[in-house]
């Protein structure tokens, strides 16, 4: 069965310092891919950044990049610089035979 | 483009009453999912299509949810009858491919059963 465990419901970091979020996945499937996404206040769901199974490098956008652990089965997403509009839900979601998605982890950039 | 396209954005409804929910998929995409987000459960899979054809309704909480992909631009998931505790904010989503492509979510429909 998949399943995707984010373990810390709520994380604070101070503006301009860099946070970590966990993720950890389970699944048979040799090929996944796994996301990140960002949901504000606002509601929507919006997606930040990919990580291929087979892919051998760290995937990076901007001030995002997913430390993808494939041995431990982990794909941590760092935000560097953070901003206080970084402050939202966040989701990590595993695709194989279908899309799951982690409970989320609410980040509160302090000022 | 105009993205994921659901309507209505929002739904009061009374119990025991039909509530259809509608999207419009991204022009392309031939993968088309249906999401329940609930402060209790989370963001959950409902069902998904893959060029209008259903893969996977395991996620279909019981036989008063179904939903229906009649062409390739638009996808309804109806309730019938509603529940108080089908009160959730329901997604769709569009994506261009398989595992590699990430899904572009719609605005969701906020739906309140009374």
């Known amino acids: 069965a998949q399943k995707i465990t984010q373990t810390q419901p709520g994380m604070f970091v101070q503006e301009k310092e860099a946070v970590t979020l966990d993720c950890t996945y389970d699944?048979?499937?040799?090929?996944?891919?796994l996301f990140w996404y960002k949901q504000p206040s606002s509601g929507e769901m919006i997606f930040l950044i990919y990580q291929g199974s087979y892919d051998q490098q760290n995937a990076t956008e901007g001030r995002y990049s997913l430390n993808f652990q494939k041995a431990r089965k982990s794909a941590n997403l760092v935000i560097s610089a953070s901003q206080l509009g970084d402050s939202a839900m966040y989701f990590c979601a595993m695709r194989a035979s279908d899309m799951r998605f982690g409970a989320g982890t609410r980040l509160t950039v302090k000022p | 483009d105009a993205g994921v396209i659901q309507s209505p954005r929002h739904e009061v409804t009374e119990m025991g009453q039909e509530v259809t929910l509608r999207c419009k998929p991204i022009?392309?995409?031939?993968?088309l999912f249906w999401y329940r987000q609930t402060m209790m459960r989370g963001l959950e899979l409902l069902i998904y299509?893959?060029?209008?054809?259903?893969?996977?309704d395991s996620g279909m909480p019981e036989d008063r949810f179904s939903a229906k992909m009649p062409n390739a631009s638009f996808s309804t998931l109806k309730i019938q009858p509603s529940e108080p505790r089908d009160s959730a904010v329901y997604f769709c989503?569009?994506?261009?491919?398989?595992?590699?492509?990430?899904?572009?979510f719609g605005p969701g429909t906020r739906l309140t059963v009374t």
């Open positions: 299509f893959n060029n209008n054809v259903p893969i996977d």
């Open positions: 022009s392309g995409h031939d993968y």
């Open positions: 989503a569009s994506s261009p491919g398989q595992k590699s492509y990430e899904q572009y």
């Open positions: 699944t048979s499937d040799p090929s996944y891919g």
